[in-house]
């Protein structure tokens, strides 16, 4: 059975930090992975991808503030969030890439009180 299950979301202060994490079973051979972020009443938009050689690539809104990593052989992503702002509140997806397909979690919810 394919999933990807987050966890480390949470509610926190503004200028705190969460540590999400994200494993994926039943997958081979991923490429890319990524987080994805929706707040309600607005679009997905991509929060950040690295690839399976470990190159990171971030939304302007997180550059400075958030930091991707991975561990390949584990099949498993992570996103390291420091200094969050309200504005940071979503709803945050991992997000696996094959080479023809595209795989999704369900989400864990990040909630920064200002």
């Known amino acids: 059975q394919v999933q990807l299950v987050e966890s480390g979301g949470g509610l926190v202060q503004a200028g705190g930090s969460l540590r999400l994490s994200c494993a994926a079973s039943?997958?081979?051979?991923?490429?890319?992975m990524g987080w994805y972020r929706q707040a309600p009443g607005k679009e997905r938009e991509l929060v950040a991808v690295?690839?399976?050689?470990?190159?990171?690539n971030y939304a302007d809104s997180v550059k400075g503030r958030f930091t991707i990593s991975r561990d390949s052989a584990k099949n498993t992503v992570f996103l390291q969030m420091t200094n969050l702002q309200p504005e940071d509140t979503a709803h945050y997806y991992c997000?696996?890439?094959?080479?023809?397909?595209?795989?999704w979690g369900q989400g864990t919810q990040v909630t920064v009180s200002s």
């Open positions: 039943g997958i081979f051979r991923i490429n890319s």
């Open positions: 690295i690839t399976r050689a470990g190159n990171p």
């Open positions: 997000n696996a890439n094959l080479d023809w397909r595209s795989y």
